[in-house]
């Protein structure tokens, strides 16, 4: 049996502003959220997704689990809760949605078994919890925020991270449970974040968030099924602190979706947060500029970046990202393809 002190991390909420909250009426899918100190940004993943081959119904189908994943995660923000939590719904939102490779619906290995990732981070302590290769965890971001609570560690892999999941009492299933039958036949819509020499058309489904909340606190998470066929014990960027998830109220929150391999090489996360906290760049220009290096490196994705004065960032060198986000404002946007507003 594990030993570890317990991390506290719940916030103090001001009485008055709690029962306000309450009072606001839920967000309706593709409306605007009453307007507040909070943000989220999510994303689905990123790849070669032309608006010319996707049809309708698939595309409608992605706006649809998109705007399901937002509402719940901005939820928690507008009663209160902390960007962790507004994290953590978030994505396990996305990671029972088949549409996404995240959880069910994960991509395959070489031993047709599917093969989870995860992490999370606080902004404001830089606590942080992640796991890599485990098969029988059903919503792997909460065992992330487990490990980051309840352990002394930051990563665990495979059966370690599994024994820890089962002595915190976690749900767990079958491996079965995330393969679907189109994962089965190859025929999902959507695959996997791709390997160094990814085909055209390759698209890419790893889930993740960044959130600001009431207090002015940053939080990340990351979830993903990783590539496709991958074997020998293969991680990638999602799970690593400071590649693939990154979060610090000294400059920003990220989530990375993309070839995993230039992303490590590029510590793509804590780039974006390094420009901005040591370059004085802003935003745009942090994100922007560490996607051009990783492109520069061979490689191809996107970060989401959200930072404590409520600016977002969503820059991607493929042809679309399944995206959305809730500003301080309320006002709501799902994106697929363009890199502007207006879609």
């Given at each position: 049996?594990?030993a570890?002190?317990?991390?506290?991390?719940?916030?103090?909420?001001?009485?008055?502003?709690?029962?306000?909250w309450?009072?606001?009426?839920?967000?309706?899918?593709?409306?605007?959220?009453?307007?507040?100190?909070?943000a989220?940004?999510?994303?689905?993943?990123?790849?070669?997704?032309?608006?010319?081959?996707?049809?309708?119904?698939?595309?409608?189908?992605?706006?649809?689990?998109?705007?399901?994943?937002?509402?719940?995660?901005?939820?928690?923000?507008?009663?209160?809760?902390?960007?962790?939590?507004?994290?953590?719904?978030?994505?396990?939102?996305?990671?029972?949605?088949?549409?996404?490779?995240?959880?069910?619906?994960?991509?395959?290995?070489?031993?047709?078994?599917?093969?989870?990732?995860?992490?999370?981070?606080?902004?404001?302590?830089?606590?942080?919890?992640?796991l890599?290769?485990?098969?029988?965890v059903?919503?792997?971001?909460?065992?992330?925020?487990?490990?980051?609570?309840?352990?002394?560690?930051?990563?665990?892999?495979?059966?370690?991270?599994?024994?820890?999941?089962?002595?915190?009492?976690?749900?767990?299933?079958?491996?079965?449970?995330?393969?679907?039958?189109?994962?089965?036949?190859?025929?999902?819509?959507?695959?996997?974040?791709?390997?160094?020499?990814?085909?055209?058309?390759?698209?890419?489904?790893?889930?993740?968030?960044?959130?600001?909340?009431?207090?002015?606190?940053?939080?990340?998470?990351?979830?993903?099924?990783?590539?496709?066929?991958?074997?020998?014990?293969?991680?990638?960027?999602?799970?690593?602190?400071?590649?693939?998830?990154?979060?610090?109220?000294?400059?920003?929150?990220?989530?990375?979706?993309?070839?995993?391999?230039?992303?490590?090489r590029?510590?793509?996360?804590?780039?974006?947060?390094?420009?901005?906290?040591?370059?004085?760049?802003?935003?745009?220009?942090?994100?922007?500029?560490?996607i051009?290096?990783?492109?520069?490196?061979?490689?191809?994705g996107?970060?989401?970046?959200?930072?404590?004065?409520?600016?977002?960032?969503?820059?991607?060198?493929?042809?679309?990202?399944?995206?959305?986000?809730?500003?301080?404002?309320?006002?709501?946007?799902?994106?697929?393809?363009?890199?502007?507003?207006?879609?």
């Open positions: 049996m594990y570890f002190p317990l991390r506290l991390h719940g916030i103090l909420l001001f009485a008055g502003a709690a029962l306000g309450a009072c606001l009426p839920g967000t309706a899918l593709g409306q605007d959220a009453p307007s507040s100190e909070t989220l940004v999510i994303h689905g993943g990123a790849g070669s997704i032309s608006p010319d081959e996707m049809s309708d119904d698939h595309e409608q189908a992605y706006r649809s689990s998109l705007r399901a994943a937002l509402q719940d995660g901005n939820e928690v923000l507008q009663n209160g809760g902390s960007a962790l939590d507004a994290v953590q719904a978030a994505i396990t939102t996305m990671e029972s949605d088949t549409l996404f490779n995240a959880a069910r619906g994960a991509v395959l290995t070489s031993e047709n078994t599917a093969e989870l990732d995860a992490a999370i981070m606080d902004g404001k302590t830089r606590n942080a919890g992640a890599t290769g485990v098969r029988t059903k919503h792997p971001i909460r065992l992330a925020r487990t490990i980051m609570e309840e352990s002394y560690h930051v990563m665990f892999a495979q059966d370690g991270a599994e024994a820890f999941a089962e002595q915190q009492g976690l749900d767990l299933v079958e491996n079965d449970y995330f393969i679907t039958a189109s994962r089965r036949s190859g025929d999902a819509p959507g695959s996997a974040d791709p390997p160094a020499s990814a085909a055209e058309g390759e698209k890419f489904g790893t889930v993740g968030a960044v959130a600001l909340d009431d207090e002015g606190n940053l939080a990340a998470g990351t979830s993903t099924g990783g590539i496709s066929d991958k074997e020998f014990g293969r991680v990638g960027d999602s799970p690593i602190i400071g590649a693939g998830t990154y979060a610090h109220n000294a400059s920003c929150a990220v989530s990375a979706t993309g070839q995993g391999e230039f992303f490590i590029g510590a793509a996360a804590h780039s974006v947060a390094s420009r901005v906290r040591f370059g004085g760049a802003s935003l745009d220009e942090a994100a922007q500029a560490t051009d290096e990783i492109e520069a490196l061979g490689g191809i996107g970060v989401i970046t959200l930072d404590r004065d409520g600016n977002m960032a969503t820059p991607f060198s493929t042809q679309g990202m399944f995206r959305a986000h809730v500003d301080t404002e309320g006002d709501t946007s799902v994106r697929i393809f363009d890199q502007g507003s207006g879609e």
